[in-house]
Nanobody
Framework: QLQFVESGGGLVQPGGSLRLSCAASGFTLDDYAIGWFRQAPGKEREGVSC????????KYADSVKGRFAISRDTAKNTVYLQMNSLKAEDTAVYYC??????????????????????WGQGTLVTVSS
């Protein structure tokens, strides 16, 4: 069974940090670009960050540039999202998914599910004092 399992979410104060993990099972992450996405209550899902299949290129939404960093560990078949300087507006459920193409299909205002596959269950990040 192909699946992602996200973890690492939680409650953090503004300015704090969290590291999210996205572990794959049933397939090899190296075959795909992997994106992180988030959805806040009452808002549309948005692409936050993406890393290409070989880990040589990354892409970030403007709202997280300079604060978030995506990376991948081939040996662990896992992708990470390091989130620093967190803000209240980062509060959301964070998901990872395989991108059936380039990272431009993940970090865009026009997400199309036909290019995104194997969604995980998500992990909740709450930024609040």
């Amino acid at each position: 069974q192909l699946q992602f399992v996200e973890s690492g979410g939680g409650l953090v104060q503004p300015g704090g940090s969290l590291r999210l993990s996205c572990a794959a099972s049933g397939f090899t992450l190296d075959d795909y670009a992997i994106g992180w996405f988030r959805q806040a209550p009452g808002k549309e899902r948005e692409g936050v960050s993406c890393i290409n299949s070989v880990g040589s290129s990354t892409k970030y939404a403007d709202s997280v540039k300079g604060r978030f960093a995506i990376s991948r560990d081939t040996a662990k078949n896992t992708v990470y999202l390091q989130m620093n300087s967190l803000k209240a507006e980062d509060t959301a459920v964070y998901y990872c998914a395989a991108v059936l193409g380039t990272c431009r299909l993940a970090v865009t205002t026009d997400l199309n599910d036909k290019y995104l596959a194997v969604w995980g269950q998500g992990t909740l990040v709450t930024v609040s004092s």
